[in-house]
DNA sequence: GCCTTGACTGTTATGATATAACATAAGATA
DNA sequence: TATCTTATGTTATATCATAACAGTCAAGGC
């Protein structure tokens, strides 16, 4: 493995350093305060290891990653805190991969679409205005009042298609 | 319950009589037979099964419809025909719902979007084109080669904000 | 301070969804 | 019919997710 973390462009650009993954635990943590809800030391952590991952991860993998730091082992200690971060805007659920990962941008309600790579496991958030735009026109022209939308593509990422397959699905 | 098959338009309108499930059915023959497969008893028993029921069905639900017809009754039974009729583009998968639903226009390959109703839980297929045409452009604007995307929204459906809600889960 | 209250965490138990692997049967082809 | 391929059925197990309840902790009122 020669990869150096500069060649791992595709994925996550904004989580690839130390810095923005501390800047967004810190924005995460004044966004939650602001709401009256607090970061929990289990929320935090978990919010951390998506942080870390390239790529998304099961409830189970979190699971195993928490109870290794001392919290509880049981599913519902990682599926309350990432329904807990997926419901204030700071992870999302992979449906596809039935997996979660950390918002690239959190801090801005936003529609999200997902870029999965089938070679290398990646998920990239991907600016999604025009797709949400086109989404609701379609929905409302059927007079369905949308809410909300999961809008996830499957296919290659720029890093594959250019040969430099990188394995990312797991922590860095 | 006073809901004649009238007052459900929102949902499968093209599944509400009888005659275009058969239309359907006869369509997929003849598809499926042109790609050198085979519509078996029991995949065409399950297209039956989706095409009946008003919105998406899970798989243990197909599953138990095909037992009670003297299918087998395990698993990977309606797992497989479910599969095969995804994978030709007679069915759809609804990921947010772990179920299954006819496809509504089979016949010419495409995007398709799905509206999914929270308060009756109809699953309708929506023309997706535009959809499709700006994640496409989201997608290769990072490099990113597109091969297939899940689409799905939910909101309300148009019976619904009209006050004529409507139990649609499940067959008719 | 300390007590009440509500939110959070941990645990047990179970439910729901999905697939691997292998044996048998049915169709197609020569 | 012999053979090959595809499909079906079964057992067993993997994987994903939540209900329900008990204990714990933090914040605000007294």
Known sequence: MTNSIETRSFCCPDHSGQAPA??????????????????????????????????????YDVLEKLAADGFGAQPPVAYRALNFLVDHGLAHRIRRLNAFTACAHPGHDHRAAFLICETCDSVTEAPSEAVGTALGKAARDMGFELSRATIEAVGQCRDCRNGTPTQQGGLS
Chains 1, 2 share one sequence.
């Open 22 to 59: 501390q800047a967004i635990l810190a924005q995460a943590e004044s966004r939650v305060k602001a709401q009256g809800l607090r970061l929990t030391p289990v929320r935090r952590r978990t919010l951390e290891i998506l942080l870390q991952a390239h790529g998304a991860l099961g409830a």
